[in-house]
């Protein structure tokens, strides 16, 4: 489920940034594809005692709608405007290295060792090797880099959702979450765009069929990964720092997609080593792990 989430994650970028092209308003076109998929999975996690659930559940619904949507995506989508898909791909791709340092200062069960600490400190370096290559001493470097510092605080944003899942295992549907955190998230997201971003006039039914498509693979994406991550999340015995290991996978497999289907993009010498330096932290903390076990 974990493997399936982040391939489906690796393919937004790039279509986020197709999107853009006819819709360079990010929290409206955010709240338009995060409200599409939580309207996408009513029909699958639809229950009699929907408002039971919902009173319940209220806490964790409330975390993971307010930081992994309405404000996590809100600094992910204007952080898009200003990087490049490839390089957002390898910045997300960071997320477990902050996941993996929270959850040691957070959870009883899922501390750091000698080896996590070690692919921690590789990624750290494929970033900074990332912000080098932005050139942060040009008007568009310092753009570039302001993009990257809001695509880092989308992470830790997710990665604490993450845990306040994690603690509550077993206690709630991963499609009724989903579906909660896509139309609570989505809409406070719409509402945003309402009021900061005004002087957008947007023609939604007069848009061509390249933006109707993204929009719905985007919305797909949403609902299908969120789902299959926090089903995995809630596994009994799962480290949510293991599981966000999986995520090293979005640097590599986002990054092409985005050198393939976005004709402005293409890599260099400076990205690939970045992207080397992420990857080759997952790497370091499997053997590890393989070895352990």
Known sequence: MGI???????????????????????????????????????????????FTLLATHRRVITYVALLNVGIGYAFYYTAMKYVSGATAAIIIGTGPLITAVMTHFILDNDKMDRMKFMSILLGIMGVGVIIFNTKPITPVGRKEMMGIFMLLINS????????????????????FLTSNQMLWGGTMLLIMGRIFERSYSIRFFNLPKEFYLSLLWLAFVSAAAFSLWFMAIQIENMKVSELNMLKFIIPVLGAVISWTILPEESPNFVSILGMILVFTSLIVYNVNNKKSA
């Open 4 to 50: 399936m989430a982040c391939f489906l994650w690796s393919s937004a970028f790039a279509w986020v940034k197709i999107g853009f092209k006819y819709v360079p308003a990010p929290l409206t076109f955010a709240g338009m594809r995060f409200t599409l998929a939580g309207v996408i999975l009513i029909p699958f996690c639809w229950r009699k005692n929907v």
């Open 156 to 175: 830790t944003l997710s990665s604490y959702a993450n845990i306040k899942v994690a603690q509550i295992k077993g206690g709630i549907d991963g499609r």
